[in-house]
């Protein structure tokens, strides 16, 4: 073997040792794989679809009004988040939004503005006394309905939030578990915009949420945070 091609050699051999030596002590895990869960709710009219850099993440199914598919898996970090309703190409909205790591999140799709849609981190701690009681919270998700209270009615109607403002989320509140009577009314006033009947389960965090539009129609929604 001449001496050129032994030089080439250990050139090589050197250059392969350099390589995997910076691959062992550079090898961490790449920042895209560090993720953050969100339930976005629908809290429109509209049959929605959600992105994440342009990624459909709603894959199974179109978001239908008031609706949710529950916590996804989302990219942490900075991501732009945007939404089109199903059938168009027209993105409605298209911010940055900022999740951290191995947190939990609601993001809630308003209206078909940026500033109608915000999220909510959400500290999910069921009760574990001895015999657990429900948990339950109240968000305003609609642009012009103004403030909201949520009342328990029936022999009593009892005020359990008071002036919600759009975009607010109540503190969570222990409530005794099984059916409950519940209605969502604006500024205070004493005409309720929707009634229901919930069955609250014991140990289970609940949100009840008001959306849509005062000049059309507004609605109520309530899912299972946990």
Known sequence: MNIKVKALLMIASVACCLAAC???????????????????INATFNDVNVY??????NQTSTFYPGGTLGYLSVKSGIQNYSAKINGTSNELFSIPMTLSKDSVYSFYVAGTA???VFKTTDVLVSDTGSSPMAKIRVVNASP?????????????????????????????????????NMAIYANGDLTDVVRDTVELASGRVYTYYGFGNKTTRLGTGVFTNK
């Open 22 to 40: 910076k691959k062992n002590t550079n090898d961490k895990p790449d920042a895209a794989s560090d993720v953050s869960s969100l339930n976005v």
């Open 52 to 57: 994440v850099n342009g990624n459909r993440i």
């Open 114 to 116: 940026a500033n109608q």
């Open 144 to 180: 012009d309905g103004g403030n909201f209270s949520m009342h328990f009615y029936g022999t009593a109607d009892t005020t359990k939030f008071a002036s919600v403002a759009f975009k607010a989320s109540t503190d969570f509140i222990l409530v005794k578990p099984g059916v409950h």
